[in-house]
């Protein structure tokens, strides 16, 4: 079974950066995708980004393209996401999702294996 841990989070000032990283215990199959979304108090929770484990296939919510980049190191079993120029907007929970499929998709109802999430606050 897998088991994801987010860790990275904090308090940034807009304009900003900061890195998540999603720690995967168990094996991640090469068929897998991995992805963050995001959730901001009282809203839904909202797609981020997912790459295939295998790295060939990646996809990006359109409005956040050019300041989010996620990346994974198979050899750490680690997914991160690199976040730049950050803004108030910004400012929700961020989780970590595993897909038993092998292209990136960008509902959430579709991955069954999610992290704890963590908290990122974007001060203006």
């Known amino acids: 079974q897998v088991q994801l841990v987010e860790s990275g989070g904090g308090l940034v000032q807009a304009g900003g950066s900061l890195r998540l990283s999603c720690a995967a215990s168990?094996?991640?199959?090469?068929?897998?995708?991995m992805a963050w979304f995001r959730q901001a108090p009282g809203k839904e929770r909202q797609f981020v980004a997912a790459?295939?484990?295998?790295?060939?296939?990646?996809t990006y919510a359109d409005s956040l393209k050019g300041r989010f980049t996620i990346f994974r190191d198979t050899a750490k079993n680690t997914v991160y996401l690199q976040m730049i120029s950050l803004k108030p907007e910004d400012t929700a929970v961020y989780y970590c999702?595993?897909?038993?499929?092998?292209?990136?998709?960008?509902?959430?109802?579709?991955?069954?294996?999610w992290g704890q999430g963590t908290q990122v606050t974007v001060s203006s």
């Open positions: 999702a595993r897909g038993p499929f092998q292209m990136p998709r960008t509902s959430v109802h579709e991955y069954d294996v």
């Open positions: 790459i295939s484990w295998s790295g060939s296939s990646i």
């Open positions: 168990g094996r991640i199959f090469s068929t897998a995708v």
